[in-house]
């Protein structure tokens, strides 16, 4: 029975902290000054480091970007995509767009290189991540920009994206992305706000823990190929971290997509998502402790590890509270909440209240998790990619 208590207690507290908590300590961390490498980066404003200025002209010498759009059958939205590239306020000599095509079989090659990007890459179906390494390596410039095909970039995003990188401690850097139109249900713009706000603390101490594929750059000499089940997302800020480079969140570079309009296709993306988190977690050595700094591995547990295990923490917590049951009436109520949880999110199905979507979507959402993993296991690592529907 003590074994019982112990494992209810954890799971239950786990849960609570990794979503409650987590938040609660970042702030009391930044509070108190306690602020790590990335701290020391933000704590050092911009503006007292010097940019390079060009002898000749004395004006600010700025880094070349190349602009990576990974695109597969895009012919949507490409040609929109390409010129809002063009359109952004970033001088055009210094900026380098290239479209990599993950075997396309529409019109998307044919409509970028018309649209004007600088290279257009028509490769073999290979996956998002063999497209972006491609782009990476025939890429001129010194800051690599990557965005999704379906993203539309602030004029002024890029060049609030890239001006944390005049310190040589950052490798990283990924901006605010704003989701539009009807959600159907879906809350995923409502978590975002609430992910980026936890992001923007963790920005101020060790680095974030992870970013976002509609805006984010990174060096070009830091840049990791990684494999097809990869994801930019989740290993650049950890392996950056190894290397001492610092991942920051610049909530000025903005950038917006459409949401998935209903909550059965995001649970559909989110779970194509996590098919490679396994390979993620414990292939690629986030599991590894070594080269992290002890705050970056206290952020690195409390917002990833912890919420990759969130659907194995619900299923013990509610297994040990059926087995508390009699022991007081506080598991009594625990195993109610529990219930009222999955009632809550079974009627959201039918009922737009509130209580009810918000129930769906948690469920959903950490539902997503396990079967992500079911998937990995039963098909093998990811490679191809597809499309949210009704995102373009």
């Known amino acids: 029975m003590i074994l019982i208590f112990v494992l209810f207690w954890l799971s239950a507290g786990l849960i609570v902290f990794t979503h409650f908590g987590y938040p609660v300590a970042l702030w009391l961390l930044d509070f108190i000054g306690l602020g790590g490498r990335a701290g020391e980066v933000r704590g050092r404003r911009l503006s007292e480091i010097p940019p390079p200025i060009d002898p000749d002209t004395e004006e600010e010498l700025l880094p070349t970007v190349s602009l990576i759009i990974a695109a597969y059958n895009e012919e949507v939205v490409i040609e929109s995509k390409v010129k809002n590239a063009l359109e952004l306020d970033y001088p055009r000599d210094l900026l380098q767009i290239i479209v990599a095509s993950d075997g396309s079989t529409d019109r998307t090659v044919e409509i970028a290189r018309e649209a004007g990007a600088d290279l257009v890459l028509d490769l073999p179906r290979g996956g998002k991540v063999a497209g972006q390494n491609a782009a990476a390596e025939a890429a001129t410039g010194s800051l690599l920009a990557f ?28 901006g605010q992305v704003r989701f539009t139109g009807p959600d159907g249900g879906n809350l995923e713009g409502a978590y975002w706000r609430y992910e980026m706000r936890v992001r923007e603390m963790e920005s101020e101490l060790a680095g974030v823990t992870a970013g976002n594929g509609a805006i984010y750059a990174v060096r070009a000499s830091a840049y990791i190929p990684l494999d097809p089940s990869g994801s930019h997302d989740l290993s650049f800020p950890f392996a950056l971290a190894k290397r001492r480079l610092v991942s920051l969140y610049r909530p000025r570079a903005r950038a917006s997509e459409k949401l998935v309009p209903s909550l059965e296709g995001e649970l559909a993306r989110k779970r194509r998502m996590m098919i490679g988190l396994w390979d993620i977690v414990v292939g690629e050595g986030m599991l590894d402790p070594r080269g992290y700094s002890p705050l970056y591995l206290f952020e690195l547990i409390s917002h990833r590890l912890l919420r990759y295990l969130s659907p194995a923490l619900h299923l013990i917590a509610f297994l040990t509270n059926l087995a508390l049951l009699g022991q007081g009436w506080f598991y009594g109520l625990t195993m109610l909440l529990q219930v009222l ?32 993993l079911w998937d990995r296991w039963r098909q093998g690592p990811p490679a191809a990619w597809e499309k949210a529907e009704g995102t373009r």
């Open 147 to 174: 965005s999704d095909a379906n993203s539309t970039w602030e004029p002024g995003a890029l060049s609030e994206l890239i001006e944390p990188f005049r310190d040589g401690r950052v490798g990283y850097v990924c």
């Open 341 to 372: 949880l999955l009632v809550g999110a079974a009627l959201g199905r039918w009922f737009q209240i509130l209580p009810f979507r918000i129930s769906r979507y948690y469920v959903e959402v950490t539902l997503s998790i396990a079967l992500g």
